[in-house]
């Protein structure tokens, strides 16, 4: 029966990779009919490089069917999205592919005037891919589509993987103060809530119109929504057991990503967790090393191949944290340690 569970998840994740994968080539096929397509600096059709991504995303998905039959979290977070909503997005998304590959091609960093006075100044550009950056309804409505387009239907099992790695470091059973940063707009928050027992959960994010969409997703009172830069927590000290982020780090300068481990460090309570899951770093895997040379030629990433040689484990450990751990599964890389 165990069997039987996981091998329906495998499939049914291996369905989202295959919609996704599709979607990609579509956009690809798009940016090529306009003259907007750039070619990567690596091979496309490097046969083995494909082989090797193609294994890591099954064994990304076993993975994932595995941590649901052992419990660490429950089978509701491979629900997927109604089809109402998927195809709703589908005609805007292909549309801004196309604003996505036509800056890539003539590298343009900064195409909108929305300027939020609170927003740091490192932000106010076409990050990430975002066309208006973080800064717009619009841009938060297609975020997590486009995430899952990036990383092939993938996105979801490479976040809740940081959720095993935490439960296993947490020794209480009483209910949890959980914060979550940089949130974006609650896609990892869906699992985590699902998956922890907290008598309160903050989800945080600098992005006005991401964490209004966050909050949108939730009915829960325990959950809480406060729009804050990671690097300045609005939090007492020692008020938290666990602190949390994903794909936060890899889009901070080098000095922000130090001061929000430091303020993690201020809020978490003695013997709390902090869990991180980021992109992959350099010569982790070495043959994926041209892949995170490609992300931010393609995406416009300004602060990613730092990020990529920044030596966490070590920052962790001179700043006081304690029993670093650190892992990864095929784009993604986690950390916890303990205040
Ligand atoms: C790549 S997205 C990740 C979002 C979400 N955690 C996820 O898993 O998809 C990065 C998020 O970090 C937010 N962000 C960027 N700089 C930030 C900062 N200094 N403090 C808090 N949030 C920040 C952005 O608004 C965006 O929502």
Redesign the pocket.
Known sequence: MKNFIENSIVASNLAKTILYSTEYRIMNQLSKSFSFFVKPPYQEKDKELIKYLRDGVLKLHQEDAKNIADGFYPIEVIKPKGPKEHLKNLPHLLLDSLKISRRRKFNIKKDFDIEPEDA?DY?KRNY?FQTDG?FSEQSARLYEHQ?EVLFSGTAGPM?RMLIKMIKEKISSDRPLKILE????VG??TLDYAKAFNFSSYTV????EH?LNAAKARFSNPKLKFVQT???SLPFADEEFDVVF????FH??PQA?REKVLLESQRVLKKGGVLGICDSLQKDDVPRLNCVLENFPIDYHEPFYKGYTIWKLNSTLHEIGFKNIQSQFKLLSKYWVAEK
């Open positions: 740091p932000l990430h973080y995430v976040r940063l940089g949130a974006g896609s990892a945080t994010d600098v992005s991401y830069a990671a690097e982020s994903v794909y936060l889009e901070l922000v």
